[in-house]
């Protein structure tokens, strides 16, 4: 399993765990391979979001309507850090500009602003989504 450890310390964002995770740790199962324990289905709540990184890749991990998702956890605008995002629903809102993504496709539900854009000179895109699958209580991410 996976070693969790503090990512944001004694801070005040409410996503305190973090699950560093090694692409060694794969179910035995050979029909499920391919697929990461990233952490255990209690550790992520209704309506929470949890972090993890696997082999490098910043993924966040969403709780909704009892279905677990996993997509990338860095906005494709500027880079916002989406685990101190926002959740309602199936919308996450990034911190930084506020661009929503769907938590079950990726996909940008709402653009950040014209001026924005403007300044940035860059949208939003679709983020990349992970499969998920959960095997005795743990949360396994197929990572491509």
Known sequence: MASFRSCFGSGW???????????????NDSRESGFVMVAKVDDLQEGSMLFVAVSGN????????GQIYAMDAVC??????????????YTLVCPVHKAEFDVRTGDVTKNVSAIVRLATRR?????????VKIVDGSIGLKIR
Do not use: V, W
Not at 76 to 89: A, E, V
Not at 123 to 131: K, P
């Open 13 to 27: 964002y409410p996503y305190r765990r973090c699950a560093i995770a090694k692409m060694s740790e794969e179910i």
């Open 58 to 65: 910043p993924i966040l991990l969403s709780r909704i309507g």
């Open 76 to 89: 494709s605008h500027y880079n916002g850090f989406l685990p101190r995002g926002q959740i309602k629903d």
């Open 123 to 131: 949208e939003a895109t679709r983020l990349r989504t992970y499969e």
